[in-house]
């Protein structure tokens, strides 16, 4: 081996394995890997279906049909019928915005897209979230290509459970997420169940009935609340990524 293809082995290596020291996170009690483990095996890569443009029924909420964003408590820029994730004007003043009607039971469909030739590496240039409840998050992520950890990944819930298998499309392309959710219960005494969450991406099932291990949180493990609302709102998240948004409705179960 030349010294600069063991410099470059060396140097990649080094990479790998400040990854690794960033991601240094406590184990998950229900899985064999930490959270956000670099080493946590990918789902399968599968060929995407196309992406499901699916009207709302009758007696769905329309949060966005390309007109306006009079749904969420604050303005993203709305152009050519597309909501853009924007940057909030206000410094040091996250940009998501939150619908202000709010929810529990609920079924969502929600169409995606990460513009095309943007810079995508790892967690970087192609992500943002939909919070169920203002709490619990579905990955936006660039996974056809792009590798992150894979509760990170697209349609993970994120910091817990990556999808069974992988069927992003391209980037530039149009993604559908329809997701079927259940609150927690909480009684008298405080937390009773927790939340589960079936999600269908581009037309393939990857999460089923999935168990939610509590609040979406950063690097720490997942956990309940010792008291929770009855509905929340819905929240998309701004990650410094202009995600484009279309087609979203929501009906109450």
């Known amino acids: 081996m030349s010294s600069f293809a063991a410099a470059l082995v060396t140097v990649t290596v080094a990479a790998k394995d400040a990854q690794k020291k960033k991601y240094d996170t406590p184990k998950q009690p229900w899985s064999a890997y930490k959270v956000h483990d ?3 095996p990918h789902p399968k890569k599968v060929k995407s279906k196309k992406v499901l443009t699916t009207p709302p029924p009758a007696g769905a909420v329309v949060l966005f049909d390309g007109k306006n964003a009079d749904a969420f408590d604050r303005a993203w820029q709305v152009k050519d019928g597309i909501l853009i994730a924007t940057k909030h004007p206000k410094p040091k003043t996250r940009g998501d915005v939150r619908t202000k009607q709010s929810f529990r039971d609920l ?11 943007r810079k995508i590496e790892g967690q970087k240039g192609g992500n943002s979230g939909i919070f169920l409840m203002d709490r619990y998050e579905i990955q936006v992520q660039e996974s056809h290509t792009n590798v992150t950890y894979a509760d990170g990944q697209a349609a993970a ?9 992988n069927p992003s499309a391209p980037q530039g ?3 559908s997420y329809d997701i ?9 005494d405080g937390f009773e169940k927790p939340a589960y969450i079936t999600v269908i991406h581009n037309g393939v099932k990857v999460h089923d009935n999935q168990k939610i291990y ?7 493990v997942a956990k309940y609340p010792p008291t929770h609302p009855d509905k929340a709102p819905i929240r998309l998240q701004w990650h410094n990524d202009p995600i484009e948004f279309r087609n979203i409705w929501v009906k109450e179960l």
């Open 38 to 40: 670099m080493d946590r």
């Open 107 to 117: 079924t969502l469909h929600v169409e995606w897209r990460i513009p095309a030739g």
């Open 157 to 165: 819930l994120y910091g817990q459970v990556p999808p069974s298998i």
């Open 173 to 175: 392309e149009w993604q």
């Open 180 to 188: 079927t959710f259940k609150a927690p219960v909480y009684g008298a």
């Open 214 to 220: 509590g609040l979406t949180t950063h690097r720490k």
